[in-house]
């Protein structure tokens, strides 16, 4: 069984920085997409990034493209979330997301192509 432990995140102003981190257990997660995903209150779970297993393929959304920044450790069984001018409407709790099987770059956006998830993360943008 795969765990994904996240640390990272809190409180900035806007236009501050914030880096997440996740390590996975349980399994190597070398050869699969790793992902990162966000829920406001209220409202839908969001993609917000994804990297590919060799870490030279990424994923973003317009919202997060060109602020935010996914990278995998060496090992490739963590993932990292670098967030950068961040606005208060990136105010969510953060999830970190990993497949059970081999997934296409046309499905990494979708949260339904992830099995594992992360405990969550708290980050809260003031104005």
């Known amino acids: 069984q795969v765990q994904l432990v996240q640390s990272g995140g809190g409180l900035v102003q806007a236009g501050g920085s914030l880096r997440l981190s996740c390590a996975a257990s349980g399994r190597s997660l070398r050869i699969y997409w790793m992902a990162w995903f966000r829920q406001a209150p209220g409202k839908e779970r969001e993609f917000v990034a994804a990297i590919a297993p060799s870490g030279g393929t990424t994923s973003y959304p317009d919202s997060t493209k060109g602020r935010f920044t996914i990278s995998r450790g060496s090992a490739k069984n963590s993932v990292y979330l670098q967030m950068d001018s961040l606005k208060p409407e990136d105010t969510a709790d953060y999830y970190c997301?990993?497949?059970?099987?081999?997934?296409?770059?046309?499905?990494?956006?979708?949260?339904?192509?992830?099995?594992?998830w992360g405990q969550g993360t708290q980050v809260t943008v003031s104005s």
């Open positions: 997301a990993a497949p059970s099987r081999l997934i296409t770059t046309t499905e990494c956006n979708r949260a339904n192509s992830y099995d594992y």
